[in-house]
């Protein structure tokens, strides 16, 4: 079958998003950390693009009737995510206090964990095992942000390295763009069953 317009759309900006991050890497290690307003600008297309990115997997979920408590999960993790990079540039450009900003990353954590449990319960075949690896990045990521730091300030790795950290974050576009590519190109159950529905319909009740 030929791509749904919104996977299409979907498949874009998931590149858009993997293609800023390296673009973000590239920078740091060429010329150093951008000053202040072009590290907010680039920060500002990160998080629009995930945004949009999770917003596109919540509706793949909607669109093949998922479960509520799944659906919810991506919304919360939507949320959260936008709320915390509102929240963290205003603490790093105004407060100066982190303190309360921690107590969100600890919640942070705990949503990531509802996420990764509620994304292997997703029952749809054709979308089924794209959820479950989406959830396994997610976990690595997580893992991978808790411990390479530390490891490399116990180690003495070169700033230079620790930058790469930063590449990890190109994963959850990718497993979502195997989302999206296993939702466009299954021409058995998206056209018998879902023939002419649309991807953005109203929340399973």
Do not use: C
């Not at 997703?122 to 411990?147: C, D, E, M, R, Y």
């Amino acid at each position: 079958m030929n791509n749904p317009p919104a996977v299409k759309i979907g498949i874009i900006i998931a590149f858009i998003q993997i293609a800023i991050h390296i673009s973000f890497l590239y920078i740091i290690m060429n010329f150093g950390l951008p000053n202040t307003y072009l590290n907010v600008l680039l920060s500002i297309f990160t998080v629009a693009a995930y945004s949009i990115v999770i917003y596109f997997l919540r509706a793949t979920l909607v669109y093949f009737d998922e479960k509520r408590s799944i659906v919810n999960a991506f919304s919360i993790y939507l949320g959260l995510n936008i709320a915390l990079f509102l929240a963290g540039t205003a603490i790093s450009y105004l407060a100066k206090d982190y303190h309360l900003f921690s107590y969100a990353i600890y919640l942070y954590y705990v949503i990531v964990l509802y996420i990764v449990v509620q994304s292997f319960r997703v029952s749809q075949p054709v979308i089924k095992s794209g959820f479950a690896l989406f959830a396994i990045i997610l976990l690595i990521i997580t893992l991978g942000n808790l411990a390479l730091p530390a490891a490399f300030n116990f180690f003495n790795v070169d700033h230079h390295l620790y930058a790469y950290i930063h590449l990890l974050s190109i994963l959850p576009p990718i497993g979502a763009i195997i989302i999206f590519n296993s939702v466009a190109g299954n021409s058995t159950k998206t056209l018998d069953h879902f023939d002419g529905k649309p991807l953005f319909k109203s929340d399973p009740s």
